[in-house]
Each structure stands twice: as C-alpha cells, then as structure tokens.
C-alpha cells in the first residue's frame, strides 16, 4: 500500500534576523533548522501522534506539511504526487484540513457558525445548492443541535467550539486531518468526548489523522504510531503500544516517565530529566540532547547520531539506544533513578 | 508564624448584570500547618474563586458569606488595610501564568525587593542577598546574575521557579499555587512538582495546590478537596480520594483519566451531560443530572455531607458511612 503522506527530509529554516536588522546589518547571523530533515509517511486510515515539548518543532512541521509554512529542503509526497508549487499545495488543502490548537480564537467572531462551517465549500468553489442544509448536516455529524447554525463563536462552550472546529476541518470530506493539540485546555471529561468523535468519524469516513500534542496519557489511546520530536528533529518513530511498552530513545523514556502519575502509591523520587529543551538558535553539538541525557558519554557530544532502523517500523536517533534487557536500558534507570515506588 | 485554615460556610456569589451567580456554596475545608493541600476540579467548578476568597482578592462584585478563620481571626470581617497586610506578610499566591506574574519593565531582582515591603528591618543589600539565596534555593544557576534579568529573559519554568521564590520570600504561613504546572512542559512539570515536594519538608505553613490534573494532586498533596459546581463534594487523605473515593461525582473524574489506562482503549471514558448553571442552582444534588446512581431525593433535597470517617466526607445521598 502506497502512503498517503510522505515527508522525506523536510527543513525548514528560519531567519534570525527580521528585515530591518538585514538592512542595518550587511554580516546576517547564519539562519536556523527548526526542523530538520526530517522523514516520515501516514497510512491512508492511520492515526499518527506527533508528540514534543514545546519548541520542539512539531506544530511548524504540521504547517509545513499543508503549505503554511516555506520548507527550505526535502519532499512532501500527498497521494503519491509531489507538492512542490503555491497551486500543488493549494489542491492538496482541497484533500486535507487542519484544526488549529485555540478553538475559539480560529472562528472568526463576527461570523455565525453556520457561515464558518460553510466557509471551506465556498472557498474552495464547491457547489452548494442549500447553505443552511449543508450546515446542519455537517453540525449533526458532530452532535450538535441544528439551532447552532444562527450562534456566535462566543456562545460556545470550550467543548462545543471544538465540535465546531472538527466538523469545519471536516467539511471537504479530507483524506487527511491534521490536528493541533485537539484537546488542549479542555477538561478531561470533555477531552474523552472529542478524541471519541474524532476517532468514529475516522472508522466512518477513513481519513489519516495526524495529531499534535505535548499528552502522553491521550495520545497512547488514539494513535497507531507514534513520532517524537526534539529541537526540530525526530528522535523516534514506532507503533504506540511498542513505544510504550519499551520506548528505545532516552528523551522518550524521559517523557514517559515525566508524566504524573494519578495514584498517591505510585510518587515519582526524582524528575527523570533536569533542565529545558534548548533554543534552536542555539543547537548543542552533537546529539542535541546530549545536555539534558541521563546516559550521555563523550561520543554523544561531538558526533550527531544518525537514524538507526530498529526492526520492522520502528526507527531511534541514538548512539546507544535502550533495548530491551541492554546495558543501556539499565544504565538508564540507575541513572534517572526514577523507578516507581510499588 | 504559621496557623490553621478553617472556612466554613463559606458562600460566595457574584452580582451580575444577568442576577447572581453562586459560585461557591457552603463550602467547609482546613488545614494545617505543615500540610499540603489539593483542590481538585473541572473548569467552573469554583476553585479559583475559593483561593481567591482565601488570599482576599475576589473582585468588587463578589458578596462574601461565611466565615475564614485563619490562626484565629476572620479574613473575610477584617477591613482593607488589615487584609493588605495580611497577604504581604502571611499569605502568598502563586499564580497559574508564569508570563503575566511580573512587570515586565523591572529586574527580578527588583521585583523581589519589593515583595519584602513588610520587612522593615532589612536593608537593600541584605534583601538582596536573601533574594540570592532563595533563587538558588529553587534551583536557579547563577542566581546573582539572573536577578539583573527582565521576566521576558527567563523561560516559562525558569519564571514558576521565580515566582515560588517571591512567594517563599515573604516567609508565608499560607502558600498557595494556583494551577502551578499547567503553562509548563510535562518535564519541568515533574521538576516544579519535585521542587515543591523538597520545599515543604523545610517550610512549616500550609500550602494549598489548585490543579484540574489528577497526577499533580496524587503526586503532592496529603488532603485534596474535590469540587463540583460550586460545592465542595468529597474531602479525605489523598489515598482514599484515589483508592475509596465515595462520590459519584469523584469516581466518574477518576475513571476520565486517560493516564490511569496503560492498555489503549476503543473508547474514552466521559462524564455526560454539562454542569449546572450557577445563576440558579439546582435544590437538590448538584451532580443528581449527570449521576447514573440519582433516585427520587437526589432531585429535590440537597444531600448532607456525610461522615465516612474521621477525615473522609462525602456530600451524597447514596453514602454511607
């Protein structure tokens, strides 16, 4: 089976320095990866999690993807065609759609629901004999009440707004949906509710969704795969239940073990990791997380570790990454020193 | 000088042009020195205006009823003045956006300078030095150099950091953190949360935690409060909140979490239907709409708080004891 989506070796580069200090300053600052290189494909149907912490580059690779953002090197391969021009990109976003992380503030306020919800048709020059109709169809696919056509963005609930922004990217029928923290700043009662939705609407409908996030706890019951981003490079991709089970990369075992855990017998002793994802302005030598590694050694500082296949579907970007029952495995849990109580 | 917290019955609405809103109805909590508290709940639940009620801070619209007693006096009969220098010198607030916390036209350094207002008997210098100290307490490297930083020049968990600082510096009886991790990353999460958990074994106030995250209260606190809708409905140690929980209410946010399911579920848990309206809440139960085990009473007789035992309580008609 061909890919839906195919990335391979995507950059993108930001300038440091903005117009002016261009013109005043004949010398630029070189300019900077924010993501680089960057590999990756989704499966027609699949779910793919895109988990970092923040800075780490993944809502850029997702804009770069739908054509938001300029990449300055790689591929982007959609339904097995390249997109390369402002008019590929353009027919691509006729087949893909992407929620924004604020629900609220990417509905235009002073338009009624059913105008948003109808917006993308219109844009797009899709046919539309019965606006309202169209309307609320596309609200009763989300489970809202049809009244909601004539509301405001305002008038919405966190939750409601997130419906809304579902059913939107959902109006031109995508093969693909690229999701922006969907339930960031929802409560977890809620949170439950949307990824269900999501999840029904893709075994209906057979979309790709790629999804954006900093919740480990979410995202292990949504996704089939799982990529982890690091200062714009990914540093792990595999199957979810895999990469929990056994993650390979030590920023991912770091995360896992980060996470808080909801029993008072299970407190973590120590954080698994110290200190902050660095600025991509100032990218470590080497294996960039060479700073932060429990289990760094003197190779991991000047030489940059290249992606290394571990078996079917599975890859690590780690001179010595943690296998099951290896030495490094267990020299990472001595030195994290964060097993469990229990 | 650290004492109790006591509020009890305490009732606070807010006057709005649409009528009155209840945010918070007959809410009972304590504590005590050397604990460390959890308020837990959903957005509009009324945790934030019961800290704010507890550090005196609710806006001009708010009518407060009920009573505050902390180390023997009542926060809510005292006037302005009194109350201002209550909070500079016995409570403190850490609030949930790092950003916003600090002008961002003055140092840190500064800023904390100012927070030890009521420390008449310190000089500059020696403020200064015990702005150094307290820094490096929190973990800030090179804590005399970070204090001639402006806010912007510090990272979001640096800024918590700082700001756990300012609080600590004035030497609170009463510490509380409004949702204290949810601007930062699940790694400096974990850091802040183990940061807190060192500071309270030195610290010998209350601090209270306010978070909608189930494992930020199950990682640092001895009670937790559970809020729904204005109401306190069920208060115990921490180990019963999550291991006997009694509430319908407490069971059903519990059973939510996605982190507590390691093997990848079909379905997600959610809790139907939508919380009250608080401009005219329900006589009976407030959770009796959205609660699968709700019989006659729950709809029409506001349940008691029940005993379950010397610290666990529930406010449900379907406990018992």
């Known amino acids: 089976m061909t890919p839906l989506l195919a990335v391979e070796d995507l950059s993108v580069t930001f300038a440091r320095n903005g117009l002016l200090s261009r013109l005043i300053n004949p010398f630029p600052l070189p300019s900077f990866n924010v993501i680089d290189g960057v590999t990756l494909s989704l499966m027609p149907g699949e779910t793919l999690g895109l988990v970092g912490e923040s800075g780490s580059g993944k809502t850029t690779l997702a804009r770069t993807i739908l054509g938001l953002v300029r990449a300055a090197a790689g591929r982007i391969v959609f339904e097995g065609r390249e997109v390369r021009t402002p008019a590929d990109f353009r027919a691509m976003r006729r087949r893909s759609a992407m929620m924004f992380q604020d629900p609220v503030a990417s509905l235009s306020p002073r338009l009624r629901i059913g105008t948003l919800l109808t917006e993308p048709r219109i844009i797009q020059g899709v046919p539309m004999p019965d606006r309202r109709a169209a309307a609320r169809a596309l609200l009763a696919l989300v489970g809202l009440p049809a009244s909601f056509v004539d509301r405001f963005p305002h008038e919405l609930s966190g939750g409601q707004a997130r419906r809304v922004g579902v059913a939107r990217a959902l109006a031109m029928k995508p093969h693909l949906l690229l999701a922006d923290e969907p339930t960031a700043g929802l409560d977890v009662s809620v949170q439950g509710d949307v990824l269900n939705l999501i999840g029904e609407l893709q075994r209906e409908l057979g979309f790709a969704a790629m999804i954006v996030t900093h919740n480990l706890a979410m995202i292990r019951h949504v996704s089939d795969r799982l990529a982890i981003m690091y200062l714009g490079r990914l540093v792990e991709t595999g199957p979810t239940r895999d990469v929990f089970a056994a993650p390979m990369h030590p920023y991912t075992a770091t995360l896992i073990q980060s996470e808080p855990v909801p029993d008072p017998r299970r407190r973590s002793r120590n954080p698994a990791v110290t200190g902050e994802i660095p600025s991509v302005f100032r990218r470590p030598s080497g294996c960039e997380f060479h700073t932060r590694c429990p289990i760094a050694r003197d190779r991991c500082k000047t030489e940059a570790p290249a992606c290394r296949p571990m078996g079917a579907d599975r890859m690590v970007r780690c001179h010595f990454p943690l296998e099951t029952g290896g030495q490094e495995r267990e020299a990472f849990s001595r030195a994290s020193a964060n097993q469990r109580g229990n | ?321």
């Open chain 2, 1 to 321: 000088m650290s004492g109790s917290l006591a509020a009890s019955d305490l009732s606070v609405r807010y006057e709005t042009p649409h009528g009155a809103v209840h945010a918070l109805r007959h809410v009972d909590i304590e504590a005590h020195p050397g604990e460390v508290i959890g308020i837990v709940g959903e957005s509009g639940c009324g945790k934030s205006t019961l800290v704010t009620a507890l550090a005196n801070l609710l806006p001009a619209n708010a009518r407060i009823e009920g009573s505050i007693c902390y180390n023997g006096v009542d926060l809510a009969k005292l006037d302005a003045d009194r109350q201002r220098l209550l909070r500079g010198d016995e409570i403190a607030l850490v609030s949930q956006d790092p950003m916003t916390a600090f002008n961002p036209v003055l140092t840190i350094g500064d800023q904390l300078v100012d927070f030890q207002h009521h420390r008449k008997d310190l000089g500059r210098a020696q403020k200064r030095s015990r702005i150094a100290a307290m820094l490096d307490r929190v973990g800030i490297a090179d804590a005399e150099r970070r204090m001639d930083c402006y806010p912007h020049e510090l990272s979001g968990g640096m800024r918590q950091r700082v700001a756990i600082a300012a609080a600590l510096l004035t030497d609170p009886g009463l510490l509380i953190a409004d949702e204290p991790t949810t601007a930062l990353d699940v790694t400096m999460e974990a850091q802040i949360i183990h940061l807190l958990r060192e500071l309270r074994r030195e610290y010998n106030g209350i601090i209270i935690v306010v978070s909608h995250h189930l494992g930020v209260i199950a990682e640092l606190c001895d009670r937790v409060y559970v809020m729904y809708a204005g109401e306190v409905v069920e208060g115990g140690e921490v180990d019963a909140i999550f291991h006997d929980a009694r509430h319908p209410y407490t069971q059903a946010l519990l059973a939510c979490d996605p982190a507590r399911f390691h093997e990848r579920l079909e379905r997600l848990p959610t809790i139907p239907g939508t919380p009250p309206n608080l401009t005219l809440p329900p006589s009976g139960c407030v959770y009796a709409p959205r609660c699968d085990r709700a019989f006659a009473p729950c709809v029409s007789v506001a349940p008691p708080l029940v005993k379950l035992s010397t610290s666990h309580v529930a406010r449900c008609h379907a406990v018992t004891p």
